[in-house]
């Protein structure tokens, strides 16, 4: 089957150039499927493969009008990093969801299924994967209600399942108003864990309350601080996931939950509260370096955090998800784009902005409407 795709190659000279181009799925294998793609969401971790760190301000067409190209810089001293991808084609588009349209002789049973497929590029028209990569979803759940249903709702339960793992009983959450954030939220909610959602603006605070959030914190409040030591302390949440991973926000977590955990030693101890407190950063919303000013104890760490489930987790994890997906697992688009709306620049700007309430979603099989 063939149909169009879209790739991202940076060249040595670091210009990144966003394109599609046709391309034949071969014919299944005895355990493969071709799926026709519907609906693809745009996540950070696929900006960052499509655009690397391009300087957006760079952003310009090229190609034709029957082959659209998007060009954009990366800038010299951000070029090292992705040496490693230099000259080769990244097809992108971590999750989406489709209709099964030809299987390999073992899986004939998944033809005509809807299902959702994490891992694959999926900014494509067709793709041809192994049936074992496939998600089927419930019925009368259509393509875009299930395009989001893995990357965010596997990662938010992940968040779940390491707190209970690593002994803790509540849990923060930066950038909280982010998708994943408000399913994290429904989650925490449902499943009665107290969560300390930290959001940048007063707004984003409102839209969490308004979806029965009880511990809001708004960094770019004076008071801050004293918000974030009163939901700890309510709390008692000693483990937190940073989406952000730049600047002062770790710090002040840990700040924080020492400042609570020496409210409630029972002895003075010259090396702190001996209570551990991790931050668990898993995105990189800003690329400016995390400051840490060391001001508590020994008992704290900071580390990366990539969705560490197993199979068979995904597989319990998806039973749940697949019940509840009109409701705490939804995700809600607000722009649908076509393969070559991807391409332009304004559009590109829009959905690189990562903004709340902002989710796009790829329609690779849907005529461009720009
Ligand atoms: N490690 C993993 O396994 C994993 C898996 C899935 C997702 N993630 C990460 O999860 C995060 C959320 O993903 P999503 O799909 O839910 O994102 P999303 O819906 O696009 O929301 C992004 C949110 O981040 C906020 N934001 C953007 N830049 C920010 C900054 N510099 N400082 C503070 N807030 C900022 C936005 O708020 P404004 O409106 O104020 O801009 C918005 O609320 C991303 O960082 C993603 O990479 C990681």
């Given at each position: 089957m063939k149909g169009r795709k879209l790739f991202s190659l940076l060249q040595a000279d670091g210009v990144v150039t966003l394109y599609a181009e046709d391309v034949e799925t071969g014919l299944p294998a005895?355990?493969?499927?071709?799926?026709?793609?519907?609906?693809?969401?745009?996540?950070?971790s696929d900006l960052a493969l499509l655009i690397a760190s391009a300087d957006l301000a760079t952003l310009r067409t090229a190609g034709t009008a029957?082959?659209?190209?998007?060009?954009?810089?990366?800038?010299?001293?951000?070029?090292?990093?992705?040496?490693?991808?230099?000259?080769?084609?990244?097809?992108?588009?971590?999750?989406g969801a489709g209709v099964v349209i030809a299987a390999g002789e073992n899986v004939t049973?998944?033809?005509?299924?809807?299902?959702?497929?994490?891992?694959?590029?999926?900014?494509?028209?067709?793709?041809?994967?192994?049936?074992?990569?496939?998600?089927?979803?419930?019925?009368?759940?259509?393509?875009?209600?299930?395009?989001?249903?893995?990357?965010?709702?596997?990662?938010?339960?992940?968040?779940?399942?390491?707190?209970?793992?690593?002994?803790?009983a509540a849990l923060v959450h930066t950038a909280a108003a982010s998708s994943l954030g408000q399913m994290l939220n429904r989650i925490c909610i449902d499943d009665g864990i107290p969560l300390v959602n930290v959001v940048r603006r007063k707004e984003q605070a409102d839209l969490l309350r308004s979806q029965g959030a009880q511990y809001v914190?708004?960094?770019?409040?004076?008071?801050?601080?004293?918000?974030?030591?009163?939901?700890?302390?309510?709390?008692?949440?000693?483990?937190?996931?940073?989406?952000?991973?730049?600047g002062a926000l770790v710090n002040q977590l840990l700040d924080g939950m020492e400042t609570v955990a020496l409210r409630h030693v029972s002895r003075y101890s010259r090396y702190g509260s001996?209570?551990?407190?991790t931050v668990y950063v898993y995105g990189c919303l800003d690329d400016q370096p995390i400051q840490i000013q060391r001001g508590f104890d020994f008992s704290w760490n900071v580390a990366g955090w990539?969705?560490?489930?197993?199979q068979q987790r995904k597989t319990e994890a998806w039973k749940r998800v697949s019940q509840q997906m009109k409701t705490t697992f939804s995700t809600r688009?607000?722009?649908?784009?076509?393969?070559?709306?991807?391409?332009?620049?304004?559009?590109?700007?829009?959905?690189?902005?990562?903004?709340?309430?902002?989710?796009?979603?790829?329609t690779p099989n849907k005529p461009t409407k720009n």
């Amino acid at each position: 089957m063939k149909g169009r795709k879209l790739f991202s190659l940076l060249q040595a000279d670091g210009v990144v150039t966003l394109y599609a181009e046709d391309v034949e799925t071969g014919l299944p294998a005895a355990d493969d499927v071709i799926i026709r793609i519907d609906a693809a969401p745009i996540n950070p971790s696929d900006l960052a493969l499509l655009i690397a760190s391009a300087d957006l301000a760079t952003l310009r067409t090229a190609g034709t009008a029957d082959r659209p190209v998007l060009e954009a810089t990366i800038p010299a001293e951000r070029r090292a990093e992705l040496a490693g991808r230099v000259g080769t084609p990244m097809a992108v588009g971590n999750e989406g969801a489709g209709v099964v349209i030809a299987a390999g002789e073992n899986v004939t049973h998944l033809i005509g299924k809807t299902v959702a497929c994490l891992g694959h590029a999926m900014y494509a028209e067709y793709i041809r994967v192994p049936a074992k990569a496939c998600y089927v979803l419930p019925d009368g759940i259509t393509a875009v209600e299930g395009a989001a249903s893995l990357v965010n709702p596997l990662t938010a339960l992940a968040m779940t399942d390491t707190m209970r793992a690593e002994g803790h009983a509540a849990l923060v959450h930066t950038a909280a108003a982010s998708s994943l954030g408000q399913m994290l939220n429904r989650i925490c909610i449902d499943d009665g864990i107290p969560l300390v959602n930290v959001v940048r603006r007063k707004e984003q605070a409102d839209l969490l309350r308004s979806q029965g959030a009880q511990y809001v914190c708004v960094s770019s409040d004076e008071d801050f601080s004293d918000q974030l030591v009163d939901a700890l302390e309510k709390t008692r949440a000693t483990i937190a996931f940073d989406a952000i991973g730049s600047g002062a926000l770790v710090n002040q977590l840990l700040d924080g939950m020492e400042t609570v955990a020496l409210r409630h030693v029972s002895r003075y101890s010259r090396y702190g509260s001996m209570t551990r407190k991790t931050v668990y950063v898993y995105g990189c919303l800003d690329d400016q370096p995390i400051q840490i000013q060391r001001g508590f104890d020994f008992s704290w760490n900071v580390a990366g955090w990539l969705l560490p489930m197993s199979q068979q987790r995904k597989t319990e994890a998806w039973k749940r998800v697949s019940q509840q997906m009109k409701t705490t697992f939804s995700t809600r688009f607000s722009t649908c784009l076509s393969l070559d709306d991807v391409l332009v620049p304004s559009n590109f700007i829009q959905f690189a902005q990562k903004a709340t309430g902002q989710k796009f979603l790829i329609t690779p099989n849907k005529p461009t409407k720009n």
